[in-house]
């Protein structure tokens, strides 16, 4: 059974901050890692992909990655109230033998920005 | 313009009913997909389809079928209504499938099984 797995949280962090979000995923041949921001009552929002060991940096935004310990980070500086919401981990693998790559989404972990 | 919608935003039905959920994608997307997210917020694929393949979770029960009568639609016909059917649905598409491809969502669909 592959499996992405986050803390559900809440992760309750103050405004001006860094907010530390993690995922872990089985699947050793696994390619692409997507964080999604999801709003209560909204559908989910690309907010980074990696592919590559490292860091990736996007604005207030830097994914790292990490394949070997098949794990993926999302940190997000300067927090802000509007960053308040559901953080998904996605993996894309190759899924119940298609060709092509599907995402497996961990549960997410739920941010709260306190202004 | 909207690239991924889905009609209807909510949908309230009586168990053994059946339903369907339309999506459509003005992207120019080869790849749609059906997602389901269950009260505890999980996001869990259901299927995912192209021109050439047709990939269902093998978790999905066979009364949920895609039917796609063109690549920007792929709609979601469910029949016999369970009380666990109540969800929201979410579409989306991408590119082409691949593994680096982002997938764009839709705005869902709340379905409620009475």
């Known amino acids: 059974q592959k499996e992405v797995e986050q803390n559900s949280g809440p992760l309750s962090v103050p405004e001006g901050a860094i907010a530390s979000l993690n995922c872990t995923y089985s699947?050793?041949?696994?390619?692409?890692f997507f964080w999604y921001r999801q709003y209560s009552g909204k559908s989910p929002e690309l907010i980074m992909s990696?592919?590559?060991?490292g860091d990736k940096e996007d604005g207030r935004f830097t994914a790292q990655l990490n394949k070997a310990s098949q794990y993926v980070s999302l940190l997000i500086r300067d927090s802000q109230p509007s960053d308040s919401a559901t953080y998904l981990c996605?993996?894309?693998?190759?899924?119940?033998?298609?060709?092509?790559?599907?995402?497996?989404f961990g549960k997410g972990t739920k941010l709260s920005v306190k202004p | 313009d909207t690239a991924v919608s889905q009609t209807p935003k909510y949908l309230v039905t009586q168990m053994g009913n059946d339903k369907s959920i339309k999506c459509e994608q003005n992207?120019?997307?080869?790849?749609m997909y059906w997602y389901k997210q269950d009260s505890k917020k999980f996001l869990k694929i259901m299927f995912s389809?192209?021109?050439?393949?047709?990939?269902i979770n093998e978790t999905v029960p066979n009364r949920f079928s895609p039917k796609s009568p063109d690549k920007a639609h792929l709609n979601l016909h469910i029949n016999s209504l369970e009380l666990g059917d109540s969800a929201v649905y979410f579409c989306?598409?991408?590119?082409?499938?691949?593994?680096?491809?982002?997938?764009?969502f839709g705005p869902g669909t709340r379905l409620t099984v009475l």
């Open positions: 389809y192209n021109n050439k393949e047709l990939i």
């Open positions: 989306a598409s991408s590119q082409a499938g691949g593994w680096s491809d982002t997938q764009y």
């Open positions: 992207l120019g997307h080869d790849t």
């Open positions: 990696i592919y590559s060991n």
């Open positions: 699947d050793r041949g696994s390619q692409s």
């Open positions: 996605a993996v894309n693998i190759r899924f119940y033998g298609g060709s092509q790559g599907n995402l497996i």
